[in-house]
Nanobody
């Protein structure tokens, strides 16, 4: 069982940066692929990015490549999403999620591959 708690959301202006954090419980945290998803009102939840257990491989949604960076600290059971050059279309509730059973360097993009989810944190980008 893994429990995930996100933090760091807020209201920011376009062009600025924000860093989301996700704290995870569990003794085998490094076995999990960690992903970030987002869901805007009226839209499906979409994959934003993910990172393998060792941190050796990452993958991103095309529209955030070059702007967002995922990292993890296995010693602290933390995963981060650094978001730069934010745009109004990045506005959504952002969720942290954990998947298990995937070998490096594979990062699943389907939400159905992720077993555990946080409660979400709101990110609002004003123009």
């Amino acid at each position: 069982q893994v429990q995930l708690v996100e933090s760091g959301g807020g209201l920011v202006q376009a062009g600025t940066s924000l860093r989301l954090s996700c704290a995870a419980s569990g003794r085998t945290y490094s076995d999990y692929v960690m992903g970030w998803f987002r869901q805007a009102p009226g839209k499906d939840r979409e994959f934003v990015g993910g990172i393998t257990g060792t941190g050796g491989s990452t993958d991103y949604l095309d529209s955030v490549k070059g702007r967002f960076t995922i990292s993890r600290d296995n010693a602290k059971n933390m995963v981060y999403l650094q978001m730069n050059s934010l745009k109004p279309e990045d506005t959504a509730v952002y969720y942290c999620a954990a998947a298990i059973g995937h070998s490096e360097p594979y990062v699943p993009k389907s939400r159905y591959r992720y077993l555990y989810w946080g409660q979400g944190t709101q990110v609002t980008v004003s123009s």
